[in-house]
């Protein structure tokens, strides 16, 4: 199964990020679309979610999607290749616990994804490398266009498409962009950043590690961690050692517990604006908090340069010697190496390196594609190998 999912495949998104896009490290666009005659997954029979997907595989192949993907059943995944493919950021944790009847179908270029009765029967979700919220747009709109034809999707004239989560009524789209914004978090500014967005429509979250969504868990194995300390190498549980997406595209908490200087821009309306004044609101919103960003790290080099560039080849300095690396630890080294980078503090980085070193440093990551065992001081070990042979070359 880990061939058939291309594990070892880059995925193509993390390489059409700009060289400048330090800021922004992926765009989604998730589109929940429903049949209408047949009652929405947790209200369908086993033999209603199998003739959904038996509808839907048959629409997939009608618009050729097989020839240049493949779809994947839930018999054939175990538990940690559907973490695999939610830590790829192409399935959401909605569809994780899903029961029979369900999958997935994935592109062969990972940049684009369609789930099947997780929370509703259709999720598309398409990614693209930084800030490039409509090239995912196009992707997903074409797909879904072409689904249209095939497929009874159910829509209501005054509200627009039904789903099963109120919030997403209307275009059922949510539109996101994953931003890196160490400036603004260590500045205290970020809640003021988020007010000043929050009036467009679209929130400013801060984003979790793993699958719990407790605002200030820890990665440590099921305890709070002491303020101010990282999780200790070893101790974390495997299920936290990742960074999955919802329908949001990131499983969020509140800006002041953002893990690893990671935060989510994503629109809340969906009921009476249109699928093209969301693609707006979201991207002048993350052009916005780019130039906040970049002013809050003009602030801190004027403040302290060498504070920031001591923190930057401190990060190095670990990445490059350390034999035991927590995914807690982790976040908080690529955080500090992609600032350094884009300041210019770091040489040999790129913004591309950094996204697919945070991928591959995720628990699935590292047990499917380089062979780990899968208990915590095992990925430890493997986490900083990767660490070490990434940065030392």
């Not at 058939?4 to 330090?22: F, I, L």
């Not at 979610?49 to 629409?59: E, I, P």
């Not at 949510?174 to 160490?182: I, Q, T």
């Not at 591959?360 to 899968?374: D, I």
């Amino acid at each position: 199964m880990a061939d058939e999912m291309q594990t070892g495949r880059v995925p193509d998104w993390t390489g059409e990020t700009a060289p400048d896009q330090w800021i922004a490290i992926v765009s989604h666009c998730t589109l929940v679309r429903n049949l209408s005659d047949f009652a929405f997954p947790a209200r369908c029979g086993e033999e209603e979610r199998h003739a959904v997907q038996a509808r839907a595989l048959d629409a997939f192949e009608r618009i050729n999607l097989f020839g240049a993907g493949r779809y994947h059943e839930s018999t054939h995944l175990d538990s940690l290749s559907w973490q695999f493919l939610a830590e790829r950021r192409i399935a959401t944790r909605e569809i994780l616990q899903g029961t029979a009847g369900r999958g997935i179908y994935v592109a062969d270029a990972q940049n684009f994804g369609i789930m099947v009765n997780g929370s509703d029967h259709l999720v598309l979700r398409s990614l693209a490398g930084g800030m490039a919220v409509r090239d995912a747009w196009n992707r997903a709109g074409t797909v879904d266009d072409g689904l249209a034809c095939l497929l009874g999707f159910a829509w209501q004239e005054r509200l627009g498409f039904l789903t099963s989560r109120l919030g997403m009524v209307g275009t059922g789209l949510r539109v996101s962009v994953l931003m890196h914004l160490p400036a603004i978090g260590l500045l205290g500014s970020v809640e003021d950043t988020a007010a000043r967005i929050r009036h467009r429509g679209v929130e400013l979250f801060g984003v979790a590690g793993g699958d719990f969504g407790m605002a200030g868990a820890s990665l440590w194995s099921g305890e709070m961690a002491p303020p101010g300390m990282p999780p200790l190498p070893g101790t974390e549980t495997p299920v936290l050692q990742c960074l999955l997406s919802d329908l949001e595209g990131a499983v969020c908490t509140s800006p002041k517990n953002a893990v690893g200087n990671l935060y989510l821009l994503v629109n809340q309306e969906t009921l009476g604006v249109s699928e093209e004044e969301i693609l707006f609101r979201v991207g002048h919103a993350a052009v916005e908090v780019t130039q906040e960003e970049e002013r809050s790290r003009a602030l801190l080099m004027k403040r302290g340069a060498l504070e920031v560039a001591d923190r930057a080849d401190r990060a190095m300095a670990v990445a490059r010697g350390a034999r035991l690396l927590g995914f807690g630890e982790a976040l908080e080294l690529l955080s500090a190496l992609r600032t350094g980078g884009a300041l210019g503090l770091v040489e040999g980085l790129s913004p591309q390196l950094l996204s697919r070193t945070l991928l591959a440093a995720q628990a699935a990551h590292l047990v499917l594609a380089r062979g780990s065992g899968s208990d915590p001081r095992s990925l430890s070990v493997e986490r900083a190998k990767l660490f070490r042979e990434t940065f030392s070359a």
